[in-house]
């Protein structure tokens, strides 16, 4: 704004930060995907990471939590400490710095931490996409089942955004041993919110399922999962699992395997395309210590 006095442009640069976040580091992958490490003004890492697609789409991963108190097993986030909720604003600069850089069409919440601990900054923040150039059918919030935040999320957001549920096990037992969080908000309550959504809404929830090798893609784990869902409720994406830990992925047989079996059963399923691999930017692998 040169057009403005230089005194006072030198006010505005100290009185009002052009970003909330600081970037940190910047690094790019060879298959074009971006990940940048951001710091909250008193130092809480973020994490965010903009895909590219061959076909000129261009998603942004976007963090809710500068880490996560939820500790899944298989992720690096649910390791690190747990900063705190991040504001709307904090939410948004991630998304604005990637704007800058260039058009953007689709936002998945699924970076660092659980968007519905974070209820009304996520859902602040997913309001304003549009004037970003991301609409609400383009815009996919991911949750563990977290129930406070998914009963708000299906009686109060009459706007399209879409729902996603990460399961990764149909079994009790299991999906406690992998997400902790079972135990206190059981997966068929879950699911029963789940199905309100749909008959609300009118819209199918995307199933997120990570998989790990001899825990949880066998055939009897994908009937198992089969026998929860339905097909006209739900969309599975099976997640190859980025090793960021004590489990190791899944074999391309093995998924595609699994695939077959919720095919068989009328369950829509798709692989998930593995970006960013190379520089931790993968699912599962947001997780700074510097
Ligand atoms: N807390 C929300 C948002 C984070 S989304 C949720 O869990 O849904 C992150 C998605 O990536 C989740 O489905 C999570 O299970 C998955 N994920 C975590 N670690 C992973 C890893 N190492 N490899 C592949 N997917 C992983």
Known sequence: ????????????????????LE?????ESNDGTMKVLFRTHEGHPVESVLMRYR?????????????CPLTCT???TGSMRFGRNLTAFEILDQALHFRRLGQIDH???MGMGEPFLNFDEVLESARRLPDLGITHRRTTISTVGWMPGLTRFVDDVDVPIRLALSIH??????RSELMPVNDRYPLADVLAECRRYVALRR????????????VNDSPADARALSALLDGRSFKVNLIPYNPTGKYEGSSR???ESFRATLDRARIPATVRLTRGRDIEAACGQLASTR
């Open 1 to 20: 704004m040169t057009t403005l006095p230089k005194a006072l442009r030198a006010n505005l640069i100290e009185a009002v930060p052009f970003s909330t």
């Open 23 to 27: 970037v940190v580091a910047h690094r």
């Open 55 to 67: 076909d000129g789409r261009r998603s942004l991963c976007l963090s809710s939590q500068s880490g």
């Open 74 to 76: 298989f992720c690096a």
């Open 107 to 109: 936002a998945v919440y």
């Open 169 to 174: 096990a149909a079994d009790p037992r299991l």
């Open 203 to 214: 819209r199918k929830v995307f199933v997120e399922y990570v998989m790990l090798a001899g």
């Open 253 to 255: 047989p093995a998924i």
